[in-house]
């Protein structure tokens, strides 16, 4: 059975963006006098938005208010710097296009601020997806439920036919909250062990894998 659906995370599945990401981070952190980040430090604090990305990057016992400073910050420098390295993985641009061709119906949900949400699908993938959510104000994000099915309602799909896919726990938290089938991808920002280790049960090393799982 072919899924009517297919459901992608952006980041670290879609997209390549740990660069912009911790480049963004880093501008904050030194405009703060605060200790910069590594690329790895970054890697692993993605997957729960822009609040806790900023929140794990700086110093333990920085106030709320402080953060909340730097968040407003991160996000300015972000939202002019997203594309300066962000790419799509390899291959990718050409699995959306067999997806369309077969007639599955193509969304992302993300936990990244939903004006870089639209910006980034939109600039890499142009009129490639039917439904595009970020983070914004009203609907809980990842693992929450609420923004797959959000998609999956404009889709007009059951969650039987849709299949998620992403690169983190979070993800995979995310789909069994859901209730539909989860594809992993090792490529991103987790590799194979964890997603193994996290319950992972299919994942793809490839674009080509991905697509044959999509449409098996």
Known sequence: MT??????DLDGTLLDTLEDL?????????????????????????????????????????????EARLLAEFKEHYAVHSADHTAPYPQVVKLIE??????VRRGVVSNKG????QDLVERYFPRMFDVVVGERAGIRRKPAPDTVLAVTRKLSVGVNDVIYVGDSEVDLETAANVGCACAAVSWGFRDRDFLVAHGATLIADTT?????????
């Open 98 to 103: 067999i997806l369309a061709g077969e007639g």
């Open 114 to 117: 939903d004006f870089a949400v």
């Open 3 to 8: 899924y009517q659906a297919a459901i992608f």
């Open 22 to 66: 911790w480049g963004s981070v880093n501008h904050t952190l030194r405009a703060h006098d605060m200790p910069e980040r590594s690329r790895d430090d970054v890697r692993a604090f993605l997957g729960n938005g822009m609040r806790t990305l900023m929140h794990l990057s700086v110093p333990a016992g920085t106030s709320s208010e402080v």
């Open 208 to 216: 080509e894998e991905l697509a044959e799982a999509i449409l098996m």
